[in-house]
Every structure is written in C-alpha cells, then in structure tokens.
C-alpha cells in the first residue's frame, strides 16, 4: 500500500504490526531515444507496488531524482549532487524513525545511486555510534537492492537479450515501462534500429565527457528488443527474489 493514499490511524495500525516500510529510489535522467526520461524511477515503483502486496509492507514517497550529473548533457535530465541526495534520504529515515519504523528497505533503479546511498546509510549510522541522532533511533537497519541485480531478473535478461541487454537504457529496464505504461510506450517505441544497434560501452567524468562518448545516451544496450511481455517476466522475476529477501531482512537481528 502507498504511503500516500493511506491516512494516518491506519499508519498507526501498520505501525503496530511492522516497522518495515520500502522506499523505491531511482533518477529522472535520459534513457536514449526509446526510454523515458523517469526509466530509473519508475521500475523501482513497478516493481515495489507488486512487492508490497506480496510481504505486506508499505511504500514511501519514490525519491525520483538521483545522482546523475553525467546525464545533464542530455535535455530533461535533473541530478542532486551527492550531498544533497544525502540529505534527502537523512531526512526521509529520521522522519519515518520518529513513527517507529526502523526497518528501511530501499529499491533502487539507478547505479548512479549506489555510492551516494550507501554514504547516506554511513551518515545515519554515524549519527548512532557518535551520540548525535537527534530523531535516528538506536537500531535503524537501512539496506539497498537494485531490483537490475536480482538473480532471476539477470536470467531472463540473459536468455531474451544476451549482451544487447547493456548497461544503460537497458533493454530490460526498457521492457519494465513498456509494460506499465504501454500508451505512452507506443509514442516512443521505435519500430527501426537504432545505430549503432548496440551502443558503444565505457567508462565516463562529466556530462560534456559522456555525450562525447555516448552520443544517444545509451551504454552497450540495444533497447529496440525491449517487449511489454517480457516486462512482465521481469517484475515477476524481482517480486520472487526481493520478497524472500525483504522477509529476511525485517526478520534479522
Ligand atoms: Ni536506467
């Protein structure tokens, strides 16, 4: 159940049966020619929306922006800078802390994330060992999954795109939107190749530096195998791998 369509007595009755709660963060950055802009987002929504029926949790606000300065040569893309996207996800777990959860399950979309995230864990978890928390609790777990990592969502990929999958505007990650907005999907989809079919792969700095390398955008993916059925597989590949893992988790120490 989302957060936002909940009132507040019935947080309080969550409250009172977990303290488990999931947080989807992804980047509002370009996915090519043929993938929306809100790529990075969206899967981890898709993806949660089903999760959270599956272990009944229940799902943040998505932080929808992420750190992705490296795709601001390209229009429409946003980023935080590292510090600030510290600050938000800071800010998100003392507040939900000062309710009582204390169990923060982040599903990520964005490996531009990753070392931002895991700072922000390290800055919530520094404020305990030091003596600072002013509203972070003893005992606050923070963990990230990237749904993209969940083993059964690399062996559908494997199998349906092999090497095309790539690593940016992945085909996978393409096929997750298209199969949850398939109206908006038909505006964007192209029923040609894109050239090179598979882009170039590498290593990037800055944004004036990626353009340069990646001049669609994409990174070693052919995005135009992308299929809404196969959306489908996936979520339901990362909803079986993160639901047995979500349990895990609530359930540790
Ligand atoms: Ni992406």
């Known amino acids: 159940m989302r957060l936002q369509l909940m009132v507040w007595p019935e947080v309080e009755e969550y409250l009172k049966r977990s303290s488990g709660i999931i947080i989807p963060i992804g980047s509002a950055e370009q996915h090519g020619p043929t993938g929306f802009i809100g790529t990075d987002a969206l899967c981890p929504e898709i993806v949660a929306e089903t ?19 490296h795709h601001l040569g390209f229009p429409g893309s946003i980023t935080l800078r590292p510090t600030t996207l510290i600050s ?11 309710h009582g959860f204390d169990r923060f399950y982040f599903v990520n979309g964005h490996g531009g994330n990753i070392a931002t995230v895991k700072a922000a864990f390290d800055e919530i978890y520094a404020e305990s060992s030091l003596g600072t928390a ?15 990592d969940c083993p059964s969502v690399h062996e559908i990929e494997a199998e349906a795109f092999g090497e095309a999958n790539g690593s940016h505007a992945t085909a996978g990650e393409v096929s997750l939107t298209y199969f949850a907005y398939p109206e908006d999907a038909a505006r964007i989809k192209s029923a040609d190749k894109l050239s090179p079919e598979i882009a170039p792969t590498g290593s990037f700095y800055d944004s004036a530096d ?25 979520r339901a590949a990362a909803v079986k791998d993160l639901a047995a893992d979500y349990n895990k988790f609530l359930n540790a120490e």
Request: charged content about 25%; glycine content about 8%.
């Open 134 to 148: 002013k509203h972070n609790r003893a005992g606050i777990r923070c963990v990230l999954r990237n749904w993209f």
């Open 210 to 234: 990626y353009r340069r390398r990646f001049p669609d955008g994409r990174i070693g993916s052919d995005p135009t195998l992308a299929t809404e059925a196969l959306g489908e597989k996936l």
């Open 88 to 98: 938000v996800i800071g800010d998100y777990v003392a507040s939900l802390s000062c």
């Open 51 to 69: 999760l959270a029926k599956e272990v009944d949790a229940l799902i943040a606000p998505t932080i929808s922006v992420g750190m992705a300065q």
